[in-house]
């Protein structure tokens, strides 16, 4: 167990539809990250908050957006899906801006783009 | 862009066997950390290890950043240490975001 929750658990959408993902940091984790999973391959950084504000990005196009609320929850939109988006979405949290300690992941949310 | 290699790939061993993973990362890092995905998606992490050496229980890892290389240890390997495991680094500018490898597979047989 890390503390930190991600929901849902598995969702399947159809291409051009958009998507919410939701994660719960462990409380008095400042710094949320996402990253994309595809099979058989490590994660990739999609984007970093901290204290609600973006902090850093990845390589991924505009349609990838995300907010961070007061309360430790954040969400990732994913708007226009392609065939491609389908991975597993993981999110981490962190006490500290950056990478600066150990990161814990969330279980996951599994997006399959049909 | 810093790239990140994990060798062996892929590893089967019989349990109770030692093994030693390798990750090398091809510039300066801020850190390196290692983790366990287990066969549900979840990433456990191991080490937070930017250098020296660190152990907990049967594993332990070995970062020397002057030679860009990272070594995890499993001692006595049990059927549960099945997975992937992965290094990650940052990039020593401090781009905030953890670069994976592409991981070691591991199959531990009973």
């Known amino acids: 167990e890390t503390g930190v929750t991600q929901s849902p658990t598995h969702l399947i959408k159809t291409r051009g539809q958009q998507v919410t993902l939701r994660c719960s940091s462990q409380?008095?984790?400042?710094?949320v990250s996402w990253y994309q999973q595809a099979l058989g391959q490590g994660p990739q950084f999609i984007f970093q908050y901290y204290r609600e504000e973006e902090n850093g990005r990845g390589n991924f196009p505009p349609r990838f957006s995300g907010l961070q609320f007061p309360n430790y929850s954040s969400e990732l939109n994913v708007n226009a899906l392609e065939l491609d988006d389908s991975a597993l979405y993981l999110c981490?949290?962190?006490?500290?801006?950056?990478?600066?300690?150990?990161?814990?992941f969330g279980p996951g949310t599994r997006l399959t783009v049909l | 862009g810093i790239q990140v290699e994990q060798s062996p790939p892929d590893l089967i061993l019989q349990e109770g066997a030692n093994s030693t993973l390798r990750c090398n990362f091809s510039?300066?890092?801020?850190?390196l950390q290692w983790f366990h995905q287990n066969p549900w998606g979840q990433l456990i992490n191991l080490f937070y290890?930017?250098?020296g050496t660190k152990q907990n229980g049967r594993l332990s890892a070995t970062t020397v950043a002057t030679e860009r290389y990272s070594l995890l240890y499993i001692s006595s390997s049990q059927t549960t240490d099945s997975g992937v495991y992965f290094c990650a680094v940052e990039r020593g500018d401090s781009s905030y975001k953890l670069i994976f490898g592409s991981g070691t597979r591991l199959l531990v047989r009973p």
């Open positions: 981490a949290s962190s006490e500290e801006q950056g990478i600066t300690d150990t990161q814990y």
């Open positions: 290890i930017p250098s």
């Open positions: 409380s008095g984790h400042n710094t």
């Open positions: 510039d300066s890092v801020n850190n």
